[in-house]
């Protein structure tokens, strides 16, 4: 399992829940296969690898009609001296800069899709050079490369993800009765799972006091700036001067 910092919402079987994209949403756990969904990694995969390819066949176009201009400068012949894309090339990339929107969404990175809106806008002059076009692809690709980076995801060790996701079980009584510790609960099992284990016992050690603050209550002790140590003293001495006077404190049922 991996914990996405931000995780969208799209279930393992590959269906939506609700809109296509709900937000980024911290914490909550996601199959690798619910990550590849949701930030389209195949897309992603593809997208920059296309990008990269238009980069070195502009390249290499531009550099062809450098030495076609040299050539027919020594001839005395008259050229262009640019080299500008073909419609095929126009048509070509509209298909990949759609793609490039909807990673931007996904995202939710708006610097992508004004890389694109950038770009749409160098595509609607009459001539773009071969150089324009490499410098809009780069531009593009180095903007999703960047985005891409803080898409940050933490894996965890197997049989400490079995800890976390057995929390709902695991935990059931605890919950049902102090339903306060809930939070306290999850973030210290997750604490203990990506090895903080300083957080995690903070977090346990608040899941305890709320225990030992209903128990002192029952026994009508007084809860204030105390000790723990002398508050589970008081606890135990009212516990025993109880069971001295015949009182049966707690039954086990």
């Known amino acids: 399992m991996l914990y996405l910092t931000y995780p969208l919402a ?4 590959g269906a939506t829940v609700g809109s296509a994209f709900v937000g980024q949403t911290p914490n909550r756990h996601w199959s690798l296969l619910e990550l590849m ?7 992603l995969l593809a997208l920059i690898d296309a990008l990269r390819g238009y980069e070195a066949v502009a390249v290499s ?10 050539v027919a400068a020594q001839k005395g012949e008259h050229i262009s001296p640019f080299s500008y894309i073909s419609s095929t090339e126009r048509e070509g990339i509209d ?21 694109v809106d950038s770009f749409n806008n160098q595509l609607s002059a009459t001539k773009v050079t071969h150089m324009e076009f490499k410098a809009q692809l780069t531009a593009l690709r180095e903007s999703i490369e960047d985005a ?20 709902p079980a695991e935990w059931a009584a605890a919950i049902s009765s102090f339903p306060s510790t809930k939070k306290d609960i999850e973030q210290g099992v997750d604490c203990f799972a990506t090895d903080h284990s300083t957080a995690s016992v903070f977090h346990m050690m608040r899941i305890l006091e709320r225990g030992l603050r209903r128990f002192a209550k029952s026994l009508k002790i007084k809860w204030d700036a105390q000790q723990w ?6 606890i135990e001495s009212t516990i025993s001067a109880q ?5 049966v404190f707690y039954s086990g049922k």
Do not use: M
């Open 37 to 43: 969904h949701n930030f389209q990694i195949r897309a």
């Open 243 to 247: 069971q001295k006077g015949g009182k």
């Open 10 to 13: 799209r279930t393992e079987s």
């Open 95 to 115: 298909g990949w800069l759609k793609a490039a929107v909807r990673i931007g969404d996904a995202f939710q990175d708006q610097a992508i899709i004004n890389r």
């Open 229 to 234: 140590g002398k508050i589970i003293d008081l």
């Open 61 to 70: 176009i531009f550099g062809t009609y450098e030495i076609t201009k040299a």
């Open 148 to 167: 891409a980076k803080f898409k940050c995801f933490y894996l965890y060790p197997p049989e400490k993800i079995r800890r976390v996701l057995a929390i």
